[in-house]
């Protein structure tokens, strides 16, 4: 069984930072495709791809985000990880981390905020005040 567990949010200044992990089990990071990635949902907005990471460690963000965040994965810790600096008051939205196996990440509908028949986390919150 697939289990994806997210940490690291809390409140931050605009201009601050933060770090989200994620800890994979039942997941095996090794595998030749497996995509991952995090996306966020802000309240009252459809959930959107943030950032996304394949096996082969090539990632591919959202305009956005482009430049301030910086996701990577340590396979032997089979853990999933979101850098974010600059945060914006906009930046606020629960994040959720998620995995579609077997896929690359240019073969799945990340940047509609979908994984269709990946797993999902149950999110971390991120509060960005001016």
């Known amino acids: 069984q697939v289990q994806l567990v997210e940490s690291g949010g809390g409140s931050v200044q605009a201009g601050g930072s933060l770090r989200l992990s994620c800890a994979a089990s039942?997941?095996?990071?090794?595998?030749?495709?497996?995509?991952m990635g995090w996306f966020r949902q802000a309240p009252g907005k459809e959930r959107a791809g943030v950032a996304v990471?394949?096996?082969?460690?090539?990632?591919i963000y959202a305009d956005s985000v482009k430049g301030r965040f910086t996701v990577s994965q340590d396979n032997a810790k089979a853990t999933l990880y979101l850098q974010m600096n600059s945060l914006k008051p906009e930046d606020t939205a629960m994040y959720y981390c998620?995995?579609?196996?077997?896929?690359?990440?240019?073969?799945?509908?990340?940047?509609?905020?979908?994984?269709?028949?990946?797993?999902w986390g149950q999110g971390t919150q991120v509060n960005v005040s001016s």
């Open positions: 990471i394949d096996s082969d460690g090539s990632t």
């Open positions: 998620a995995s579609r196996p077997y896929l690359t990440c240019a073969s799945t509908s990340w940047r509609r905020g979908r994984f269709d028949s990946g797993y």
């Open positions: 039942g997941l095996s990071f090794s595998i030749s495709e497996n995509c």
